[in-house]
């Protein structure tokens, strides 16, 4: 199977400072992978190296089968992957129907348009001609997985989807993500809430130190716990 998502030894860098180490990564079309680690180890480089937001020195990034020589902003989402960013980055002088449609402007055909987010998502019909940011985090988030959708997507890469949100909207969360996952999409989640990795993910990608250290796959037993719990805990 040819994956969505392939990063071969790949080494990025902020200015001088060398972060990714040699990271190796795939994932395949309706994969549920979660990607793992303490603060700081370069998680969210991954993403911004996909990006072209930090830069990409030495090894090979490819987008459902084609390689991105220089990664730019725009380039994932041109090939089915969307990232919904740690932070979420509401555009706060749109309305949440505004911020919904800027997510369908790469122009992918498929299942996912206003009318189907409002059904996934009523709470954003209901506060559709609102400023996205006068939402609560929680609705901000839903906000932030709905234009990310609103792409069409084949991968949707989560950065700390839950960072900050209370129990019952996480719980919210992790149902849209299966319910997602489901319908095929391919998910790569950076979490450290171990027990939404458990929920959401089958199989899971450990990071220390800018590469990928451990893989396995995710049991929701108490033992599977302890063990994802160990390569967070410091
Ligand atoms: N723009 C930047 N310029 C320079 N260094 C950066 C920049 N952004 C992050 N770093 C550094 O790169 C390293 C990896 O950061 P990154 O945000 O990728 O980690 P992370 O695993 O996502 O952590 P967290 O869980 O805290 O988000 C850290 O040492 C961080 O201080």
Redesign the pocket.
Known sequence: MSALLNLKNVHAY??A?H?LHGLNLHVNAGERVALI??????????V?TILGLASLKAGHIHLDKHEIIKPRPYMAAQHGIVVVP?GRCIIANLTVEENLLLGAAVGRKGPWSVPEIYKLFPILQERAHTPGTALSGGQQQMLAVGRALMANPSLILLD?PTEGLAPVIVDQLADIFNRVADEGTALLL?E?NMSLVARVAHRYLA?AKGSVVAQGVVSNSPEGLKDLESHVMV
């Not at 680690?37 to 370069?42: D, E």
Request: zero cysteines.
């Open positions: 902020y200015g400072a972060i680690g303490r603060n700081g180890v370069g998680k969210t480089t991954v911004n740690q700390e950076i450290q990071m």
